[in-house]
């Protein structure tokens, strides 16, 4: 498990959530769109990893303890 914080600058709020390590992106992608309601936001994985692909898990992607999710209604670079 790793403790993950999204960001959500406009509205000025932080949640701190724990997810399994082994969760693909896709998968923690879609939990979060179906969880807080985001629809056209854009999800941006806070990594230092690049060329992240939807089936990579989240270890793979580079996430680990304290990484942040930022989650912005600028979709200019989704």
């Known amino acids: 498990m790793i403790s993950i914080e999204l960001i ?23 939990f979060l769109r179906q969880n807080y309601k985001i629809n056209n936001d854009c999800i941006y994985l806070l990594t230092p990893k690049e060329n992240i692909t939807d089936d990579m898990t989240l270890s793979e992607a ?8 930022i989650i912005s209604d600028d979709n200019s670079g989704c």
């Open 8 to 30: 959500f600058p406009l509205k000025e709020k932080r949640v701190c959530m724990r997810v399994g390590e082994s969760l693909s992106v896709g998968d923690f992608k879609k």
């Open 62 to 69: 580079g996430m680990c303890t304290g990484s942040g999710v």
